[in-house]
């Protein structure tokens, strides 16, 4: 047990102790993995110092680093935002930033072999675009598109959501289930609202601009807004990867783990989504991205240091509590891929 200044927290630290108010209320319970947003919290009501466990180490892949996604969605919210409100022609610019992304993936070494911890966060709409734009990407190189095709996915993916910003729905951690007539039917209407604001923007590709149409059409046809069957190819993966993460950001639905929403993609594979498609984002979207707790079958929680190669869902993991609830105080390292009569049950919030 170590006590940790909040101002050198970085998320993902778990509490030793029960978090308090001077006045003996609980803030946060013995136990809790420390969110970036719990972080903030606490600095917000002035409570300086914390215990937490000692560190466990994992070894976390990550498609784009914070640093980079940062400076990419700031430039494209600034891009946007000005678009929406006067019509900019800085708008241009993002077939410049799709091409950056795409740089970004090539240069990391062994970037189509690796898989890839993906995790739950904030629906904020400009990183949401830029990590639809990084997955489809990927999935795009690993299928061996060409590479005009390549960029105009990524074009697309980070224009796609441009019609929520003409709406008043809110529709943060809400399931569509959950909205009045008046809200499903506006909402269903951001991909014309998008479509709309750029068909005319001479610079896009028509590919781009069907993917913004369409990113929400199933092959089914019980998508929306059109309700058509017959999609791209390229529109097939954007719909695949705007998907698993609206899920795992909470835009139009109540925020998923990856586990979840891994498992949607899952039950509607050749439905709604493209099954060899789906296959290949499969292949590199951990199903237990790295830090996440898990449960297994012989009753052990455990954390997910890293993930096999080749095997999204069979992740090497650290014992932390035995199947009696004692906790274990030695290293107990289990690779799943070794430990073929061990599998996770689920993951868990708390432990």
Same mark, same amino acid.
């Given at each position: 047990?170590?006590?940790?200044?909040?101002?050198?927290?970085?998320?993902?630290?778990?509490?030793?102790?029960?978090?308090?108010? +001077?006045?003996?209320?609980?803030?946060? +319970?013995?136990?809790?993995?420390?969110?970036?947003?719990?972080?903030?919290?606490?600095?917000?009501?002035?409570?300086?110092?914390?215990? /937490?466990?000692?560190?466990?180490?994992?070894?976390?892949?990550?498609?784009?680093?914070?640093?980079?996604?940062?400076?990419?969605?700031?430039?494209?919210?600034?891009?946007?935002?000005?678009?929406?409100?006067?019509?900019?022609?800085?708008?241009?610019?993002?077939?410049?930033?799709?091409?950056?992304?795409?740089?970004?993936?090539?240069?990391?070494?062994?970037?189509?072999?690796?898989?890839?911890?993906?995790?739950?966060?904030?629906?904020?709409?400009?990183?949401?675009?830029?990590?639809?734009?990084?997955?489809?990407?990927?999935?795009?190189?690993?299928?061996?598109?060409?590479?005009?095709?390549?960029?105009?996915?990524?074009?697309?993916?980070?224009?796609?959501?441009?019609?929520?910003?003409?709406?008043?729905?809110?529709?943060?951690?809400?399931?569509?289930?959950?909205?009045?007539?008046?809200?499903? *039917?506006?909402?269903?209407?951001?991909?014309?609202?998008?479509? +709309?604001?750029?068909?005319?923007?001479?610079?896009?590709?028509?590919?781009?601009?069907?993917?913004?149409?369409?990113?929400?059409?199933?092959?089914?046809?019980?998508?929306?807004?059109?309700?058509? *069957? +017959?999609?791209?190819?390229?529109?097939?993966? /954007?719909?695949?990867?705007?998907?698993?993460?609206?899920?795992?950001?909470?835009?139009?639905?109540?925020?998923?783990? /990856?586990?979840?929403?891994?498992?949607?993609?899952?039950?509607?594979?050749?439905?709604?989504?493209?099954?060899?498609?789906?296959?290949?984002?499969?292949?590199?979207?951990?199903?237990?991205?790295?830090?996440?707790?898990?449960? *297994?079958?012989?009753?052990?929680?455990?954390?997910?240091?890293?993930?096999?190669?080749?095997?999204?869902?069979?992740? /090497?993991?650290?014992?932390?509590?035995?199947?009696?609830?004692?906790?274990?105080?030695?290293?107990?390292?289990?690779?799943?891929? *070794?430990?073929?009569?061990?599998?996770?049950?689920?993951?868990?919030?708390?432990?």
């Amino acid at each position: 047990m170590n006590i940790r200044k909040i101002s050198d927290l970085i998320g993902g630290e778990i509490l030793a102790r029960t978090v308090m108010t +001077s006045d003996y209320k609980i803030l946060l +319970s013995k136990g809790t993995v420390l969110s970036k947003e719990y972080i903030e919290k606490l600095g917000e009501l002035d409570i300086k110092e914390v215990f /937490v466990e000692e560190e466990i180490y994992t070894e976390e892949v990550e498609i784009v680093k914070d640093e980079i996604g940062i400076d990419f969605k700031n430039k494209i919210k600034r891009i946007i935002e000005k678009h929406t409100f006067g019509h900019s022609k800085e708008l241009v610019e993002l077939s410049r930033t799709a091409d950056n992304i795409i740089n970004n993936l090539l240069e990391k070494e062994g970037v189509l072999e690796k898989i890839y911890d993906i995790k739950e966060r904030s629906s904020d709409i400009y990183e949401h675009s830029i990590s639809v734009c990084y997955l489809a990407i990927l999935v795009g190189l690993k299928m061996k598109i060409p590479m005009e095709k390549i960029h105009d996915i990524g074009v697309a993916c980070l224009l796609h959501d441009l019609g929520l910003r003409y709406i008043m729905v809110n529709y943060t951690g809400r399931n569509m289930e959950e909205f009045s007539k008046e809200e499903l *039917t506006e909402y269903k209407k951001h991909p014309i609202y998008g479509y +709309s604001a750029l068909e005319n923007e001479s610079w896009m590709s028509s590919l781009s601009k069907d993917i913004i149409l369409y990113h929400h059409e199933h092959m089914n046809g019980s998508g929306y807004p059109l309700k058509i *069957t +017959s999609l791209p190819f390229e529109v097939k993966i /954007v719909n695949i990867c705007e998907q698993f993460d609206e899920m795992i950001c909470g835009i139009g639905h109540k925020r998923l783990k /990856v586990y979840d929403a891994i498992q949607h993609l899952k039950k509607y594979r050749n439905i709604y989504y493209d099954g060899t498609i789906l296959d290949v984002f499969l292949d590199f979207a951990a199903v237990y991205p790295a830090g996440s707790y898990v449960l *297994t079958n012989e009753n052990e929680i455990g954390i997910v240091l890293k993930q096999n190669k080749n095997h999204s869902d069979r992740p /090497v993991i650290k014992i932390i509590y035995d199947k009696y609830g004692e906790k274990i105080q030695h290293d107990l390292i289990k690779n799943l891929l *070794t430990e073929d009569k061990i599998f996770i049950k689920k993951v868990i919030e708390n432990i």
